[in-house]
């Protein structure tokens, strides 16, 4: 497809278990960018990578977030031991160049839950 | 740091009313600014953008004027439709990153 692709779509955890959320941006985007939506509010920064780099990563809230873009192509977001507070929709976003006048691109999401 | 504040919601007009969302930001250096609309059931989608001060954006009868001296990027639509009812997010990009710090969102519902 043309757009960003992210799987699965829901997530239910357990709490204290982990999870991996997958990305997979636009062919050729350079940038791509994690994003955390809680209920009701815009998105929060997480981390961003350029190609396989990541060379941000100052808005992940503890270090049981993870993530990696290994190939620079296909981003997983790892969250160990999954707290209630981790509840939120987790949004993908890449862009084709580094520069911040090129927009970026969303993909639908992952809504992950924790019991 | 970089910050977005957005006018509360939720809006509701009726069809073919005039719209206003306001938008004011706090950034050092010279951001670009940007408007996001996700529709029911979708993703995130740019509506409109402004790369430097005095630049107006426009898409599907959106405008909004980037506005450096009062640090804001007011969004307006002239008469409304029931298919623009949406949530739209007031963001600002680190010009050397295309890093997006969100506003909190606006809910809009048009009524027929």
């Known amino acids: 497809g043309a757009g960003v692709s992210q799987s699965p779509r829901y997530k239910v955890a357990k709490r204290g278990q982990d999870v991996a959320l997958r990305c997979d941006p636009i062919?050729?985007?350079?940038?791509l960018f994690w994003y955390q939506q809680a209920l009701g509010q815009g998105p929060e920064f997480l981390t961003y990578?350029?190609?396989?780099?990541?060379?941000?990563k100052s808005g992940l809230p503890s270090d049981r977030f993870f993530a990696e873009r290994p190939e620079g192509s296909v981003s997983t977001l790892k969250i160990q031991r999954t707290q209630q507070e981790d509840s939120a929709v987790y949004l993908c976003a890449s862009s084709l160049t580094d520069r911040g006048t090129s927009p970026l691109h969303f993909g639908n999401g992952t809504r992950l839950t924790v019991t | 740091g970089n910050s977005v504040t957005q006018m509360e919601g939720p809006v509701t007009l009726s069809e073919e009313a005039f719209l206003t969302i306001n938008c004011t930001y706090t950034a050092t250096g010279y951001p670009s600014l940007f408007w996001y609309v996700q529709y029911p059931g979708e993703g995130l989608q740019l509506l409109l953008k402004a790369t430097k001060a005095d630049d107006k954006g426009s898409n599907k009868g959106f405008e909004a004027t980037y506005r450096k001296e009062t640090t804001s990027f007011h969004l307006e639509k002239g008469s409304v439709q029931v298919s623009d009812s949406a949530v739209y997010f007031c963001?600002?990009?680190?010009?050397?990153?295309?890093?997006?710090?969100f506003g909190q969102g606006t809910i809009l519902t048009v009524h027929p």
């Open positions: 963001a600002l990009s680190d010009r050397d990153l295309g890093k997006l710090t």
């Open positions: 062919s050729g985007h350079v940038s």
């Open positions: 990578f350029q190609n396989e780099a990541q060379l941000d």
